[in-house]
């Protein structure tokens, strides 16, 4: 049986989530100050990192710290592009610059800041990096942990990267906290994409989401709603989330 979760505790960055972005949209919106985080912690930390830790700071609360999934399909890109041109130029990247260039310095920098020992894992998965991290956190739930919390993020591509984005976006964070449950709640499950080709899935029906939205945001706006489902096609796999009551 597919397990089913109980979704509480979303938080967004910013606010104001829905509709469909310009591309570099959100770019002028203030960045959250982590006032949570010590001063000397806080200055390493970039935009993207900054929107990330921001909502999952909201989504934690005051709760025991819980196993946190950190899921973004970039990562922080900047930061990258001026560890290599530096390298085009000639100079040597500082190795701090590089330390916190990789996919998994937001979280680690989520883990020393507060001092947590609970497990984190950094997810990117292209297209279907949203899906991925709910399946690491079914795992994470399936083994043992009561809880745990996810944190999708990311920003418009830079140049010359830009030209690789597949839908405009928008500086954006969101977390949430899942746990399992006997009864309502939401379901993921996979299938080959062929496979509702000749049928309709058992289950209402799912709706069609915005095509100009990323994966991420299209799931949150799923979380968001009353909706009965969404479907997510990506290469050879159909994702079907589900809503259960």
Known sequence: MTPRLQVSHLA??????TG????????????????AMAPMMR????????????VAYASQGQDT?????FASRYGDVPRSIALLRQLVDGQTPSPTAFS???????GALWSIANGHTAPYTAIAAGEETVEAAFTEAIGLLVDGAPAVMVVCYDEPLPVPYDVYADHPD??????????????????LSALPAAADASAPQAGAAADTPAPDLTADRRVLGFLRSDAPGLDHRAGARLWQWRRHA
């Open 170 to 187: 928008m500086p954006h964070a969101w977390a949430c906290r899942l746990r399992l449950s006997d009864g309502a709640g939401i379901s």
């Open 12 to 17: 967004t960055w910013p606010d104001d989530l």
């Open 100 to 106: 916190l260039s990789v996919h998994n310095a937001i």
């Open 20 to 35: 469909s972005p310009a591309a570099g949209g959100g770019a002028d919106a203030p960045l959250p100050t982590l006032s």
């Open 65 to 69: 710290p819980l196993p946190v999934v």
């Open 43 to 54: 200055r390493r930390v970039e935009p993207l990192g900054r929107m990330a830790l921001h």
